[in-house]
């Protein structure tokens, strides 16, 4: 019962955090950022944040400082939106999904390319 409620409190903080993002944050390295998913512990206490960035490696090294320095506030706006005892402590990751995703796409391409000559 409690991963129901934990993936609830997840996509509403993951609405929430793309609004912050967007409207809120003010810092000039946090720009073209994609929340894409928030997994939230069972006892509602940590909440991981992926994120992606676009931009070059070195902008989403950036990016990601930029959100750590800036945890507070988004933790305290997220209180302030999401009815909750105790707002989650949250962390930002950079979520790799997408470029693991076009690599598999790209060798599997090129083994139909091979296979076709």
Known sequence: ??????????EQ???????????????????????????????????????????????QENTIQALQKARGFIRSEIGNRVQLRKTPEISFYFDESIDYGNRIERLLKDLNEEKQE
């Open 1 to 10: 019962m409690s991963n129901v409620r934990a993936d609830r409190v997840g």
């Open 13 to 59: 903080i993951k609405k929430e955090m793309a609004d912050i993002l967007a409207r809120e944050v003010k810092d000039p390295r946090v720009q073209f950022v994609t929340v894409t998913d928030v997994d939230v512990t069972g006892d509602l206490q940590q909440a991981r944040v992926y994120v992606t960035v676009l931009g070059s490696e070195e902008d």
